[in-house]
């Protein structure tokens, strides 16, 4: 297969981490016969220094024409006197998910095996398993509804609309990734999606639980669902999270909820996102922002870049196997006892940097016997791409 990758490092520890994401996907591109054109942008306050904008036209540009966009982070406390429509995190990050048409945005949260003592849970509670996905609406609600602050300042409002359509278009998403998932699960587990709103308040909630029902019935009905208030949702998470499967969620408390969901994981240098839209393509990060307090130290965590490469190759690729493979790849290395600073628990572990984490993960992916991974955090929901010509480029630079 041939596919075009914008790569985006942006600031703080983003280009290390992105290195790393890279030197993983050359590794499953050599071992599966793969073509990854994959060429560098500046973004952030990275790409502010270089050309005056945090997102760039010639990086939009290229983000458009690409299959997928790998980005690092951005932001940071060079850049945080800016005006707020010019900061890296308003401009590059909602600039991107506006202009892509990023509607969903996925959070798969599992505690790793080798990892169980870095939950911040108890140790019952996460022996019954962690291992559920967020499906969160990205580009709807009061985040972009209409704002007004009154002459006076002393009152505001912040309008939180949803249209049928917003709806259904990410329940679809949820409710395919948990069939997906409950391919994987093999049954152990039947596919659940748990949609969560507070209609017993709010009249969007309303309109979102009806479309929900509505939708599970003509087209869903394999999947089992549940609806459940926000407030009970965010106590469920902690009391036991073993209950949820897949989370389906409007924007400001998929905002909330999904942060909750990854700290009970214990560790936010391994979680990845995708942000997926109804056009080819998709936006992959890892969920931390640019950790500028270790920038430039070679100590940064890459395990949640490198797993947002897998999602890359599972959700706009297709390529299953390529994505069980690195996340088969990052837990035998963990497995191994390798650990970057931020993960070590004990003394028997072997501390790596960045790059050497990034070379035991390559090193996995491209000599290991395939197998599939023990479970898949996400599902494939693979949408149709038109690949061009591909070669493999690193381009930085505003022009
Ligand atoms: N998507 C994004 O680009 C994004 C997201 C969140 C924050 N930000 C921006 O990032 C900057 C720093 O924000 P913050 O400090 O609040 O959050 P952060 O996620 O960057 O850092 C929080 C803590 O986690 C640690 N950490 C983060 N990623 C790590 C990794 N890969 N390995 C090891 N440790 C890691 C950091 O060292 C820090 O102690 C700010 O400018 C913020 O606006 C960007």
Not at 233 to 250: G, H, K, N, Y
Not at 303 to 321: D, K, N, Q, Y
Request: net charge negative; hydrophobic share 45%.
């Amino acid at each position: 297969m041939k596919a075009k990758i914008a790569i985006l490092p942006g600031d703080g520890v983003g280009p290390e981490i992105v290195a790393e994401a890279v030197k993983v996907l050359d590794a499953v591109a050599r071992r599966f016969g793969h073509d990854f054109e994959m060429t560098e942008h500046p973004v952030g306050g990275a790409a502010y220094d270089l050309c005056g904008d945090c997102l760039p036209d010639t990086t939009l540009a290229a983000c458009q024409a690409a299959d997928a966009v790998l980005l690092g982070a951005v932001g940071g406390p060079k850049w945080d006197a800016l005006p707020p429509e010019k900061r890296p995190e308003r401009r590059a990050l909602l600039g991107l998910r506006a202009k892509l048409g990023l509607f969903a945005n996925l959070r798969p949260a599992k505690v790793w095996d080798a990892l169980t003592g870095a939950s911040p849970l108890k140790d019952g509670i996460v022996a019954r398993g962690i291992d559920l996905l967020i499906v969160r609406e990205l580009t709807g609600g009061a985040y972009f509804g209409e704002k007004r602050r009154a002459a006076d300042g002393k009152s505001a409002y912040d309008m939180m609309p949803y249209s049928e359509r917003e709806i259904l278009r990410v329940a679809r998403v949820a409710f395919e990734a948990a069939r997906a998932r409950g391919e994987g699960h093999a049954a152990a587990r039947p596919p659940k999606v748990t949609s969560v709103d507070k209609a017993n308040v709010l009249e969007t909630s309303r309109l979102w639980r009806e479309t929900v029902t509505a939708l599970h019935a003509s087209e869903y009905a394999d999947v089992e669902l549940e609806h459940m208030y926000v407030d009970n949702a965010a106590m469920q998470l902690v009391r036991d999270p073993s209950r949820f499967d897949v989370i389906l969620t409007e924007n400001m408390f998929g905002d909330i909820l999904s942060d909750e969901g990854s700290q009970i994981t214990g560790s936010i240098g391994m979680l990845p996102s995708a942000s997926l839209g109804d056009a080819r393509g998709g936006l992959y990060e890892p969920i931390h922002g640019s950790a500028p307090d270790i920038a430039g130290k070679g100590i940064a965590n890459p395990l949640a870049t490198i797993l947002s490469a897998a999602l890359m190759l599972r959700h706009s690729f297709g390529l299953s196997a390529e994505a069980d493979t690195i996340e088969r790849a990052v837990a035998d290395v963990l497995a191994a006892g390798i650990r970057t600073q931020d993960i070590v628990q004990g003394n028997d572990h072997a501390v790596v940097s960045t790059s050497e984490m990034g070379d035991a993960v390559s090193g996995a992916a491209e000599t290991f016997a395939a197998r599939p991974a023990p479970h898949s955090a996400l599902s494939n929901l693979a949408v149709g791409l038109d690949f061009g010509e591909a070669r493999t480029e690193l381009r930085p630079g505003c022009k």
